[in-house]
C-alpha cells in the first residue's frame, strides 16, 4: 500500500476494494487501470467536497489537489467535450487552450445537468477516471508531475488519491503545457 503524505487526518484504504466510495464508472475504469494499487481512496463528509473545505477541514495541501473541470464547444452544429485537469492553485485556460484544442470559437464551462448527466458522477466529484471514452483528458503537466494528488470519486462523499502519472497514463489524456494558469 502506498503511504500517502497528502492525507492530512483521513484514513486512506486501497480504491480497488471499496467501490463504496466512488462512482459507478469510476469504479469500472479503476479496475481496468495497470496499476491500480497505486489509487487510494478516503471518506469525506460529502458537504465538504469543494475543494477548499475539504483541504481546510483535513488538513490536505491546497496545492496537492487536482480540479477536474467539463468543457464544451460547438462547431458546425456538433457538440464537443473535453475534460480539464488542473491544479486547485491554478484555473483551466478555457478560452485559449482548451478554446484551440477542441476546435472550436468559444469554449466554456459544461452546465452543471450536463455535465452530471454524461458523465455519471456528482457535481463536485466529477472526475477524469470513468469519463466518456471519446472525450479528450486535458492534463496540466503540473498535474501530471505531481507524486500526490486528491481529486474527485465521482461522488461527493469520497476522494482519491493518485500519482499524478497514472492520470498522465489514462487513455485520451494529454499532457498539455500551460493548461493551468
Do not use: Q
Request: hydrophobic share 50%.
Amino acid at each position: 500500500m502506498v503511504s500517502w503524505t497528502i492525507a492530512g487526518s483521513l484514513t486512506v484504504v486501497p480504491a480497488a476494494e471499496h467501490p463504496e466510495l466512488l462512482a459507478d464508472p469510476v469504479a469500472k475504469a479503476l479496475a481496468a487501470l495497470h496499476d491500480p494499487e497505486l489509487v487510494g481512496v478516503t471518506a469525506i463528509d460529502p458537504d465538504l467536497a469543494d475543494t477548499a473545505a475539504f483541504c481546510e477541514t483535513y488538513g490536505s495541501p491546497l496545492d496537492a489537489s487536482a480540479n477536474c473541470v467539463v468543457v464544451a464547444g460547438k462547431r458546425a452544429g456538433e457538440e464537443r467535450f473535453a475534460a480539464c485537469l488542473v491544479l486547485a492553485t491554478t484555473r483551466a485556460d478555457v478560452n485559449g487552450v482548451v478554446r484551440k484544442r477542441l476546435d472550436v470559437r468559444k469554449a466554456s464551462f459544461a452546465p452543471m445537468d450536463t455535465a452530471v448527466e454524461l458523465t455519471g458522477m456528482a457535481y463536485g466529484g466529477i472526475t477524469p477516471l470513468g469519463l466518456p471514452a471519446d472525450w479528450p483528458i486535458l492534463v496540466d503537466a503540473a498535474v501530471a508531475a505531481a507524486p500526490e494528488l486528491v481529486i474527485g470519486s465521482g461522488i461527493r462523499a469520497g476522494k482519491i488519491l493518485i500519482p499524478g502519472s497514472v492520470l498522465a497514463s489514462l487513455p485520451n489524456a494529454e499532457v498539455v503545457e500551460g493548461l493551468g494558469r
